[in-house]
């Protein structure tokens, strides 16, 4: 088990943060919210959505609070992994559900998606504006860029 000091803080992203960076985000500490569109067969992976962006998730391993199934409002806290292809089979919907594949269509093309969130933390967050919290935290990156500069 790690160690929890050692782990670095999440940043607070939106999925199309994530999605923009792609395989370059590997390896980056998040935390993102969205809602839960597909359930793994064993709940314990999941296909988080906002506004056109999907991340797979990997809760296997984290704290729940609540009891995340589809349609919930869900915001995770973890590490963002490269997709390993043993993982796509412990991800396929289970059946009853809408069909999905974990791959998706580039050009006719089917590619793996690039990106696993290893969450350690998830939490129900029913009732929350996502437009309005993507809102608050562009407001909240602009202050951070005026009031509070990387020291280069």
């Given amino acids: ?8 803080s999440a940043r607070v992203c ?3 943060d994530v999605a923009s960076k792609g395989s370059a985000a590997v390896g980056s500490s998040v935390r993102v919210t969205g809602e839960v ?16 962006c999907s991340l797979w998730a990997d809760i296997s391993e984290a704290a729940v609070q609540g009891e995340p199934r589809q349609g919930a409002m869900l915001q995770l ?3 963002l992994v490269a997709h390993r292809p043993e993982t796509e089979a412990r991800l396929q919907p289970s059946e009853g559900q809408q069909h ?3 791959a998706l ?7 793996p998606p690039p990106l696993l969130l290893k969450a350690r933390i998830a939490r129900l967050m029913e009732g929350l504006d996502l437009e309005l919290y993507s809102r608050c935290l ?8 005026e009031y509070l500069p990387i020291a280069g």
């Fill in 1 to 8: 088990m790690t160690d929890v000091l050692s782990l670095p």
């Fill in 77 to 79: 806290v973890g590490e």
């Fill in 105 to 111: 269509e580039l050009d006719g093309a089917v590619a």
């Fill in 138 to 145: 562009a407001m909240r990156r602009r202050f951070e860029e």
């Fill in 14 to 16: 939106m999925l199309q």
């Fill in 100 to 102: 999905a594949t974990l």
């Fill in 37 to 52: 569109k597909l359930l793994g067969p064993s709940r314990a992976q999941l296909l988080l959505y906002d506004r056109g």
